[in-house]
């Protein structure tokens, strides 16, 4: 792979031998207006117009940047000096965001030719960029707003197989975001194994759990996981959410949880479900979540 902070440097034509690579923590995804280009690692969406798009997809290892100025000059009916530009710009900004590498050899074999369709497809309906997924039922508190009565795991709960290829059918439909929740996730013995897999397809996962079971084990393994986000429930003070929770040590270990995660550098953010005359509650965490400097 080539040095690209070199593309930022000097006369830029002098790179156009180069071969322009959509890396593996990007998407790129069509939409009615052009495209979307993401970068999960700083959960970042970048519109693409119509050229803007067709010139992304052409970014498969395979065409150089000269060749792609070629066809975007074709394709629009552009000057020599308005393919440069619109090339350079653009290449500029996926280089700065890590969606897009340089490589000195063409690849063998593209990911896609996308470019020779982005004209011509239909868009009656584009895909969802966010998925949530309850990745199981199974649970190990009982909580009194849980609208899907999590507890015990679901009879026809999806396989490790199974979850991956549900994951790949959400990979080739380029969703961006896929939030896995539950029940509670970290009863799956195999979310590690989905979380990597999902991540591979350049997704932003996040983890929704009521973080009684994230213990210094778990911690390690998140930061060796490509997860971008851990969101832990909190209800209200100790004695409001371990009755809601219906757990006399829910609150403790949850909080524990999130301290761990942040000493180890891991995003957390916090839910809280507001209810009725417990308005108060929700204050009381947001200033808590503040003071630990949560990320939401």
Known sequence: MYDVKKYHSGERKSYDKLFPDLSDSA??????????????PLSLEEPLGLQEAFLVSLCDGCNSISAIKDQLKIKFGLTQEEA?????????KAINTGAIELMEVPKKERKGKFGDTILQKSFPL???KNVIWYVTK??????QHCFLE??????????EKEAKKLIDELGNLRIL??????????LRDDLFELIDHAASYGMRVDIASNGTLIDKETVRRLVRSRVFQVQVSIDGSEQVHNLFRENSRA????????????DEGI????????????????????DWAVAMQCAG
């Open 27 to 40: 998407v790129f995804r069509h939409e009615p207006s052009g495209g979307i280009l993401f970068c999960a």
């Open 84 to 92: 440069d530009s619109k090339t350079y710009e653009i290449l500029g």
């Open 126 to 128: 584009s895909p969802p």
């Open 138 to 143: 199974k649970c190990n508190l009982h909580c």
């Open 150 to 159: 999590g507890g015990t795991k679901a009879q026809r709960e999806l396989s």
């Open 177 to 186: 975001y896929l939030s896995m929740s539950g029940g509670e996730p970290f």
């Open 251 to 262: 609150y403790k270990a949850s909080a524990k949880a999130v301290r761990r995660m942040l």
């Open 267 to 286: 995003m957390v953010s916090i839910s809280h479900t507001v209810r009725k005359g417990l308005v108060s509650e929700a204050e009381k965490v947001i």
